[in-house]
């Protein structure tokens, strides 16, 4: 399924301060939210809207492991990140809170489109000219957790699915 998203663009090396600025720390993920990103792009947490995805140079998420930096994006409601790499730290916390992460080598093409159509069934980008994008394959588990809301919500999934499957079989 396509479903067509608003573009937000950053550059190379967005790291997990930024995401997630250690000022606000203190406080809950909703008011961490309101400041992602407030150095990069001072309108974005005021303007932005579920659904909207962000493009991405290489390197976004380097920095500290703070799981903030992911839960900022989720509360904001961000369908996707795209970039051509991630932070290690940062790639696993996004998934285990359900953002999904499309790797893209060519990302740098998508620096002028203002929406674009996401097929997460074929992990692939359409753009406005109709141009097709294929990003690199994610594991099926983390596609399923994503998908899930994250880590917590496939495990309560895969358990009711198990207990469902035991029932039937001992019924």
């Not at 407030?38 to 140079?57: C, H, M, S, T, Y």
């Not at 799981?67 to 990140?81: N, P, S």
Request: glycine content about 10%; hydrophobic content about 45%; proline content about 5%.
């Amino acid at each position: 399924m396509s479903v067509s998203h608003k573009v937000w663009h950053l550059g190379a090396d967005v790291d997990t301060d930024a995401l997630a600025p250690g000022a606000w720390m203190q406080y809950g993920i909703d008011v961490v939210a309101q400041h992602s990103l407030e150095n990069l792009l001072p309108a974005f947490a005021r303007e932005v809207q579920p659904g909207d995805v962000i493009v991405a140079g290489p390197n976004f998420g380097i920095g500290s492991s703070r799981e903030q930096a992911a839960a900022a994006l989720v509360q904001l409601g961000i369908a996707a990140v795209i970039a051509p790499s991630y932070g290690g730290l940062f790639f696993r916390n996004a998934f285990n809170l359900g953002l999904l992460l499309l790797t893209c080598p060519q990302a740098q093409r998508l620096q002028n489109e203002e929406h674009l159509l996401l097929d997460e069934s074929d992990q692939a980008i359409i753009l406005q000219s109709g141009a097709r994008l294929d990003c690199e394959p994610i594991p099926e588990f983390l596609l399923q957790m994503a998908r899930a809301g994250g880590l917590l919500p496939s495990l309560k999934q895969r358990l009711a699915r198990e207990r469902e499957t035991a029932g039937v079989a001992h019924g």
